[in-house]
């Protein structure tokens, strides 16, 4: 499988675990919704080229994610719509969907590696992106002056794309493709 192949499908499956993680909340199933995300990553798990090395950049990144998440939360960034029936101060496909988003960095943001200044840049411009297609699907609200609360991610995100690009690189693997045989690698 060449590195393009890989990369596509590395895309696909987050893409595919994002989705169900808010459309799931949105539709009121967010644990089924986190379940069938989570089932996408165990998939990119048995598919990485190095499971250790995926794991724990997903678990670290749900540590930074779900810090950053819950800062941001308490001071009235944003409001993630809550289960009910959940215990816990976030909802389950928050967590999640840090670890799906840690999945890219050995794949389809590996072009980013060493380059610091685009990272920033798309941080600043993704992570603002991708928490406005939340809160326009329904799956969280931004607090009383949304301009802020934008701003607020592009600062947060301007930072935590490079942090977590640098951990990518620091528990690096070689490969950087899927475990299918590699041709023109």
């Excluded at 819950?70 to 719509?81: H, P, R, Y």
């Excluded at 670890?99 to 072009?111: E, G, I, K, M, S």
């Amino acid at each position: 499988m060449t590195r393009t192949v890989s990369n596509l499908i590395n895309v696909i499956l987050y893409q595919c675990g994002w989705f169900c993680c808010v459309l799931g909340a949105v539709w009121g199933y967010p644990v089924a919704g986190a379940l069938a995300a989570f089932s996408l990553l165990v998939l990119h798990l048995i598919l990485a080229s190095s499971r250790r090395v995926e794991i724990q950049l997903m678990l670290t990144a749900c540590v930074i994610g779900v810090a950053v998440d819950s800062l941001q939360q308490a001071v009235g960034i944003f409001t993630f719509k809550q289960d009910s029936s959940w215990p816990l101060w976030l909802p389950l496909w928050v967590f999640v969907i840090w670890a799906q988003f840690a999945t890219l960095f050995h794949y389809a943001l590996r072009w980013m590696s060493g380059r610091y200044l685009i990272a920033v840049i798309f941080g600043m411009i993704g992570g603002p992106l991708a928490y406005w297609a939340g809160v326009r699907l329904g799956a969280a609200t931004f607090g009383d002056n949304p301009v802020m609360s934008v701003l607020s991610l592009a600062v947060v995100w301007a930072i935590v794309t490079p942090i977590l690009l640098r951990l990518s690189q620091w528990f690096a693997d070689e490969k950087g493709c899927y475990r299918l045989p590699v041709k023109g690698d």
